[in-house]
């Protein structure tokens, strides 16, 4: 037991989905749930209390009792499941020894088969290893075929042995790629189920509850009845036939097969607020907010939203908004748009954004691109539903070609990340990114921000395979190519036109973004006609030289040109490969380029179609390449680098931080097979030349001062010194140089001589928001000046690795650059996987910075190492959680410190 027990551990709270998509909270269980729990077991049938106590046993002891709820949250843990005051299920760790625990479960007979044992497997398991437990080990019997399921399915790998008739289960917490693997697609259904009363809604309820804001639901009203939703459709405080005054009621009159799944409100703040609880008797299970007046209204509106989420939370409901611009679904009751003005048509495009305001514009643009849409969803202060609730969704439904995520921010980027790589490689996702997001917090969101610059979030979407656009008409130029033609095969592109000088340009403009243009239809003349194209066409219908066409026709006497068009639609539908058109006429997706259901795509220039198409290739690209598999190098020890902490983090406070004395960050950087280039620090001639004869010549000799220690050019390091003469003659001009320039050094480092190469560094941060970042570039001025640096983020795979060495700029010094001889990049690639474990391992890692990492010929010698380490608070952390709402009203992501 530990001496002292830490405090309620807060940031193990959470809301939860269930495999039935329905939201529980869980919690540290409170010596005030004795009741609570008493009352469980004695739900629970005999079979069930012998299963969990191996007899039977009517009633729990006051002993029990008291035992069962008094923990000290580090060797004793608890967590139950609760739904409004009711504990519906427990789980609960007793550590047996330093780093092993036994488990145990007890879960309500009535929830059997909702997944509640997997939800407390994932959270015992994190807080395990946030307390430096690595291994459980239960006590189950053979017959208890559901808690056995419970282990064996979580993605561990787990060991069984019989013993007197009662089964032995033992296996290490560690995450692996299996446990991740097997926890997002639990989550992910789960998430998705949790969406369907929203995006595939029976019936809907739209209301009106005062104030002048109820002019929303109003227009949502009108565009439900008129977008072809064929469930029921109740109005409250709106005009129309059968419509009701207020919710009441509407639940006096409603038939019990015609009870709403969703409901739309819009109206005063309190009265949004009041009429959750009505709408949870009506047997709503999604709620979308439309009006504001919530958190991007002050105090007053925060605590207002605070209480919208813990009413609808403690209904089960998902809550879209508040100061949503609605929604657009396609369920299997029709297509239900509820939005305040008239959405677009069918067809096949999702879409995401944030603000009302942004959602408003984005139906706008779309439509008059003439892309219909599939699905839509403005979240509004995100005070429950988010992108990546929406996203889930989105795996689900096969009717969407491609996705656009507008992110004016972003809450949990490394589940975004995880979400989409999964959507991306059946749906193209397309992101619009402004140009703070992350780094500020939008009016009524309460997110984390990033000290970080915005290209990690740049380059997580890269590594996610999200297409990201520059522009808005840049990511609708994307999103129609996407919706109306297949994938290119690779990058040929064939460019067909009336004019020379045209097919040149767009030529260029192709090669600009990486692809391999080559014209076509060199006979076409300025005043070529559609049967001159159709000829063209046909012709390269026989020709497999290209992957993508792109149709450039300028009429030479100005205005529409629709037979041209209509040649380019029927050859397009009789062949697979994308067909872009451009010139003077069509834009978007239109009816003159529509031939057999099939569209072709049309853009104000040759360059917007090449731009796009250049998206369209890198996305094929990223499908078509293997992500590797997940690094797992060998000799890996999180559960003693967690040991190795524990006393340093006891005596920090949150938000402090201290850097590990050399001794520790060495054995830290041993528990993942880093080794440091041995080194001594010394004041004297006499101990340097100690220390050499120790460590073994040749030497060499660095101030310990931070700025200077890694500079050979300003004096601050001697290299190769191979006698006591040459140790102390360096000494002493070493004090003399640094001294003219006001940083005499006061101690030195004597470090055994590496075998000579480049200079690279690595680090591994945890971000307030990201979690783990780690970076890579080579050393040196130049370098660091010009911000010549990848990003990832863990975990990664060896593809991922492989990659963000070749992504530095500087990077081909490494192969071989110039006649330079080609440097060990395995050896180098094996320093940064390490370092990308212990950074996803250790959120109690604030840096780990390696400075220099010396790659020679054969092998990779760390020289230097700083490592800083703070109390966690991750906010994704292999554990299944909704985001929570905090005490000021808005959103906070999970493993916030707030109740």
Not at 812 to 836: C, K, M, Q, T, Y
Request: glycine fraction near 10%; charged fraction near 25%.
């Amino acid at each position: 037991m530990s001496e002292e027990a830490p405090p309620y551990p807060a940031h193990w709270e959470a809301d939860v989905v269930l495999r039935d998509g329905v939201p529980m909270h869980i919690r540290p269980i409170r010596p005030e749930d004795a009741q609570a729990l008493q009352e469980m077991h004695q739900r629970q049938s005999p079979l069930s209390q012998y299963y969990r106590f191996f007899a039977p046993m009517e009633r729990l002891s006051d002993k029990d009792l008291h035992r069962f709820t008094h923990v000290d949250h580090v060797d004793r843990v608890a967590l139950v499941l609760t739904s409004e005051d009711r504990i519906l299920a427990v789980g609960r760790y007793d550590r047996l020894d330093t780093d092993v625990a036994e488990v145990a479960f007890y879960v309500a007979d009535s929830e059997h088969g909702r997944g509640l044992g997997s939800v407390l497997l994932e959270h015992l398991a994190a807080a395990g290893r946030e307390r430096g437990v690595a291994r459980f080990t239960a006590e189950v019997l053979p017959a208890n075929a559901r808690m056995i399921r419970v282990f064996r399915d979580a993605g561990y790998e787990v060991r069984q042995e019989l013993d007197d008739g009662v089964l032995h289960v033992d296996f290490h917490i560690e995450e692996t790629g299996r446990s991740w693997a097997v926890m997002a697609e639990r989550e992910q259904r789960a998430e998705s189920l949790s969406m369907r009363a929203m995006l595939a809604a029976g019936s809907v309820v739209v209301a009106a509850l005062g104030g002048p804001e109820e002019v929303y639901a109003r227009r949502a009203a009108e565009s439900v009845t008129a977008g072809g939703f064929d469930g029921p459709v109740h109005l409250v405080g709106l005009p129309g036939e059968g419509a009701y005054a207020t919710l009441t009621d509407l639940a006096a009159h409603v038939a019990e097969e015609d009870r709403p799944d969703l409901a739309v409100v819009a109206g005063e703040p309190d009265a949004v607020v009041a009429a959750v609880p009505q709408l949870a008797r009506l047997g709503v299970h999604a709620v979308a907010v439309l009006s504001g007046g919530f958190a991007e209204e002050g105090p007053e509106g925060r605590r207002r939203q605070v209480e919208l989420g813990r009413a609808t939370r403690a209904a089960g409901m998902r809550l879209l908004g508040p100061a949503s611009y609605g929604l657009v679904a396609s369920g299997p009751a029709g297509r239900l748009a509820a939005t305040p003005r008239p959405a677009p048509g069918p067809g096949g495009l999702a879409l995401f954004s944030q603000s009302a305001a942004a959602g408003a514009v984005l139906l706008g643009a779309v439509e008059r691109r003439g892309i219909g849409v599939r699905g839509f969803v403005s979240a509004g202060n995100r005070a429950d539903v988010s992108g990546n609730d929406t996203m889930q969704a989105w795996q689900d439904d096969d009717g969407i070609r491609a996705a656009v995520v507008n992110l004016e921010s972003i809450g949990n980027p490394r589940k975004f990340s995880r979400i989409a790589r999964r959507l991306g490689a059946t749906t193209p996702l397309i992101t619009l990114l402004s140009g703070q997001t992350g780094q500020q917090v939008p009016p009524g969101h309460r997110v984390r921000t990033t000290r970080e610059p915005q290209r990690v979030l740049a380059e997580m979407l890269d590594q996610a395979g999200v297409i990201r656009a520059r522009t808005a008409a840049e990511m609708l130029d994307l999103a129609q190519l996407f919706v109306s033609q297949p994938l290119p095969r690779g990058p040929r592109t064939a460019v067909l036109s009336n004019s020379g000088a045209l097919t040149s340009t767009i030529a260029g403009v192709a090669r600009s973004h990486g692809l391999r243009p080559r014209p076509a239809g060199e006979g076409l003349t300025a005043l070529a006609t559609a049967q001159d194209y159709a000829r063209e066409l046909a012709r390269l219908q026989e020709d497999d030289s290209w992957d993508a066409l792109v149709v450039a026709h300028v009429p030479p006497f100005g205005g529409p040109d629709p037979a041209v068009w209509r040649a380019v639609a029927d050859a397009a539908a009789a062949g697979d490969r994308p067909v872009l058109a451009s010139g003077e006429g069509p834009a978007g997706l239109t009816a003159e380029l529509t031939s057999e259901g099939r569209t072709v795509p049309a853009y104000a220039t040759g360059a917007d179609a090449v731009a796009a198409l250049a998206g369209a290739v890198a996305h094929a690209r990223w499908r078509a390449n293997g992500r590797g598999e997940l690094v797992d190098p060998s000799g890996i020890a999180p559960a003693r680098a967690r040991e190795l902490l524990a006393p340093v983090l006891q005596s920090l406070e949150a938000g402090e931080s201290t850097r590990l004395e050399p001794e520790l960050v060495a054995e830290l950087l041993a528990c993942y097979g880093l080794d440091l280039v041995p080194s001594l620090a010394v004041t004297t001639p006499q101990e340097a030349v100690a220390a050499a004869e120790d460590l073994g010549w040749p030497v060499a000799l660095k101030t310990r001062d931070e700025v200077l220690r890694h500079r050979a050019d300003l004096g601050g390091v001697r290299l190769d010194l191979r006698t006591a003469e040459e140790l102390t003659g360096a000494m002493t001009a070493m004090r003399r140089d640094l001294a003219a320039t006001g940083r005499e050094p006061a101690a030195f480092d004597v470090q055994r001589m590496a075998p000579p190469g480049v200079a690279c560094v690595v680090r591994g941060t945890e971000d307030e928001l990201y979690g783990p970042v780690v970076s890579f570039g080579l050393g040196g001025d130049a370098v660091e000046l010009l911000d010549d640096v990848s990003y990832r983020i863990p975990p990664l795979t060896d593809v991922d690795v492989a990659q963000m060495v070749r992504s530095a700029k500087a990077s081909p010094r490494l192969f071989g650059h110039r006649g330079l001889p080609v440097l060990d990049v395995r050896a180098l690639e094996n320093v940064i996987a390490r370092v990308s474990v212990l950074t996803d391992d250790l959120p109690e890692v604030r840096q780990i910075l390696l400075n220099p990492v010396l790659v020679a010929r054969r092998g990779a010698a760390i020289l230097s190492a700083v490592v800083e380490v703070s109390p966690p608070g991750r906010a994704d952390s292999g554990r299944r959680v909704l985001p929570g709402v905090g005490a000021s009203g808005a959103k906070m992501e999970p493993w916030t410190a707030a109740t």
